[in-house]
């Protein structure tokens, strides 16, 4: 069984699903890749908004869209990074 | 009387300037681990950030305070502010140390806790402010008390060592267990001056492999930024 995974974990997995889909991805796609609750995925979303890590589109066709801001790219790089300090002082 | 009381007469200078670099390294990390509590908020960085920082305000005062000994500088600010007794100003600078030093660790002690619960973290600070500042020897309580918390601490980082194996957590439970044995020897420094000496490199070793670890680190977000 997986472990449970921390907000740091969670946080990344929606960012990096983002990234991975070109930084322009539906609502829907987030929920399968970040594998959250619809409430949790919503909660969290309006977290990223809020603190400036992810917009939100909508194209012509009237579409919803997420993308990443500078801010959260950085996030991205910075992840592994705070995980290997974290993992240094066993703060996780 | 201040620390450098019980330093060898040849390594008056080099204390003040090892304490110091010792600081430096303390608020780089506090400064690290404050910018990663920003990004995540996880809790657990904001308490390792608050305790390098009062354990490295800690060294700043020790620093300061010897050199104002070294310096005699000392005297000539109890004339300026009117304190009848040097020797009464040193022991500020002594007291000033051992609190922020105390406070620090026993919050990094708390961080290792990893409970949501504040009360066993004011139980452990009043403890041991109050075993410290009510002793006869307070230096001699202070430094078997920092001995006792650090060895917890060692425990701490060898079991996370072995979670986690690699050799950044490697590194710093090694540098838990050189300031483990520096504290030890400070005890003792308390009757002999060569084991203060042995304690300022022990604990130089030791914040030398807390700032590799750092430098490392640092390293690693340059590639992935690049």
Redesign the interface.
Known sequence: MKRKR???EI?HDILHAIKEKGNKIKPTHILYKSNLSHQMLKDYLGDLISKGFVEFNINKKGGKRYSLTDKGFK?L??Y???R????????? | MSFSTFSPEWFFGYDVALEFLFAIILLAVAI??FR?YK????K??IY?SLSFLFIGISYIIESIFNYMTITKLNATICQAVKIKSVALFDLMGIYTHMFFMTIGLVLLVY??FKVEEKRPLWLLLIVSLVAIFFSWNKLLIFFLLSSIYLLFLVA??F??CI??K?A??F??ASAFFLLFISHLHFIFALNSSLFYFAGHILELFAYLLILL?LVL??N??KK??S
Not at chain 1, 84 to 92: A, I, P, Q, V
Not at chain 2, 39 to 42: C, D, G, N, R
């Open positions: 921390d907000r740091l946080i996030y790089s910075d592994y990074v705070i290997e300090f974290e993992n240094s002082y066993g703060l996780n | 690290f681990a990663a990004l995540t908020e996880q657990q960085l390792f961080m290792t701490h980082f079991g996370n979670i986690h690699t950044n957590a590194m710093i670890n680190l640092k690693e977000k992935r930024s």
